[in-house]
């Protein structure tokens, strides 16, 4: 693989669909909802019954504009529905309506990690379009059967320029996406479940040409591994096919899920035999700046700015920060924590230690813990004011708060008696039985041996019951030896 990218450079276009998550259809008042039973949410519109009209959704145009606005697109003022005409059973209209001439967004950007440095992924255009029905050809029935809920239901597709340089860029680009997505609440972004889709464009050319070379475009992967693996077996078939002094056909190739290998499937022209056209049914769309700035007003914070804030303002490794900022849910409650409690540190360790393991264990998200931010600053101030050890409160108070997250932090720590006890006569009365009840060690203490003093330590710690403030008992243990 090495070699042949010392001889050649790899270029990847991609194009993203992204199932927009609004209540209705693109332009049919019919439920836009996943795993309904088939054929329930079909009106006559949707099922392209003769004489039906289009109707455009105004959230699903706002839904594409705030996606624009995230990846800093120019957001037309004017925009356009066309009809791409093709046959398919599960397209009862014989055409998809999308956008060809006056797309919703053009320009915009993405930038993601390339090795050590950042690589600005630039975007052609986001365009609106509506999604195919499903069919499915099993066994079990004859024939093959249509279920058309999905027909006529809302999609973006993202176009980016061909410019992505390896299988690395184009997987934390698709991640990116897909944090994106979730965070502006835009979609799921589940590709497991084709919610976020992604086509691959991919070519090689001679090292440092500036000519594109002949592409194929890998359709359908469901997920980032994927795309990756069929860039990756793309770039050993296309060099060997160059190195052999052949060309490669530019066409449209599928992609084997068990073999990592791709295949072809149909030869794709240089001329579109879509025939587009701007569609009769429906007029074209006027955004003005006003219904623009409304949405922007709902943008949230973006994951590349959350990441940045945790870095620069709350005292977070790039290590924390990545994992609080992958999810807005996470985010959400770290911040939200931080309005309660200034220990920022200790709450990404909260959050990326215990109450990540106890959420695993559960199997929930963070938006379901019922340990809500105001309860976790309530045992990091314990902490921090040593009046319960962290191994303490993350082994027996986090999990007793599970239980009741109805109580306080230290109601419950009080009545599980494990508050750290101030009380030091109390205490230097165990150290002393300690220290004498082992008069050997103490004396090897004593003549220099002072590693002696964590086994010290231990005994008192077991003595107490695991209640003995670390600190003080510390210092307490090491004044009393040398007595
Ligand atoms: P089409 O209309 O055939 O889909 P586009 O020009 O819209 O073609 O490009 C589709 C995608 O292919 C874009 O993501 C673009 O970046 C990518 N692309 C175009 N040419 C190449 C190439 N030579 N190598 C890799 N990707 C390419
Ligand atoms: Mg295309």
Redesign the pocket.
Known sequence: MKDILEKYDL?????IHVQLNTESKLFAADKNSFGDSPNSNVSPITLAHPGTLPKPNKSVISHAIKMGLAINCDIASYTTFDRKNYFYPDLPKGYQTTQDQHPICRGGYIDVKSGDSIKRVNF?RIHIEEDAGKSSHDAEHEGSLLDYNRAGTPLIEM?????ISSAEEAGNLLTEIRKIVRYINVGDGNMEQGSLRC?A???L?PKGSDQ????V?IKNMNSIRNVQRAINHEIERQSALLDAGKTVLQETRGFNDDTGATTGQRT?EEA?DYRYFPCPDLLPIHVNESWVAQVKATLPKLPHEVLADLQDNYELSAYDAEIIADQKELSDYFYETTKLTKHYKRIANWMIGPIKSALNDSNIEIQDFVVKPTLLAEIIELVATDKVSFSMASTRLLPALIQSPDKSALEMAKQMELLQSDDQDELVKTIEAVIASMPDKAKAYKSGKKGLLGMFMGEVMKKTGGKANPKVANKLIAELLEK
């Open positions: 270029v990847v276009g991609l194009e052609n176009v980016t320029e061909p410019e086509d464009n991919i070519s050319k594109l070379g002949k592409r475009e794709k579109n």
